[in-house]
């Protein structure tokens, strides 16, 4: 990582240069289409691992479909945008990935947190999400702008 100190904290040099954030927009979008797609794929085993555990409680263990699909997403979330990656295997196919403005790793904690906090934004402001790229600073949505992060292009 190209980091200096300035007055104590820890400024990212790779962050201050705007060539990071080139085609970050289009190639989030594309990222988050290939996790659905991924999370979905990687739902199918758990859910006939489910389905098995209903026919084995007699129908007790099918209450776990309401969570499923969430579940596998948060697991998957923490376990590659929680990593030192710092991407999902979508991000990391369109060569992007998030990063925090102090300059530390991103922890599977924040991951989720970023994630959560997406999906909230979506449900209450719905366009707001993704517009407020057009008007911020390094293409951040509501989300990054909450947390203290950015997502960069990773060869940049």
Do not use: C
Not at 77 to 105: E, F, H, V, Y
Request: charged share 15%; hydrophobic share 55%; aromatic share 8%.
């Amino acid at each position: 990582m190209n980091a200096r100190v300035l007055d104590g904290e820890i400024i990212n040099t790779r962050l201050d240069d705007v060539r990071a954030y080139e085609g970050v927009r289009t190639r989030r979008i594309l990222a988050f289409v290939l996790d659905y797609i991924i999370v979905a794929l990687l739902t199918i085993p758990f859910a006939i691992l489910v389905f098995v555990l209903g026919l084995l409680t007699l129908g007790l263990g099918w209450m776990l479909f309401g969570i499923l699909v969430p579940a596998v997403a948060i697991l998957y979330i923490w376990n590659t945008l929680g990593s030192a990656d710092q991407a999902t295997t979508g991000m990391k196919m369109m060569g992007i990935r998030l990063d925090r403005l102090d300059g530390r790793p991103i922890d599977g904690l924040t991951a989720v947190v970023h994630s959560v906090l997406f999906w909230a934004g979506n449900v209450i402001l719905s366009p707001l999400v993704l517009l407020v790229t057009l008007v911020a600073d390094r293409k951040r949505t509501l989300h990054d702008l909450l947390l203290g992060t950015v997502v960069s292009r990773t060869g940049r």
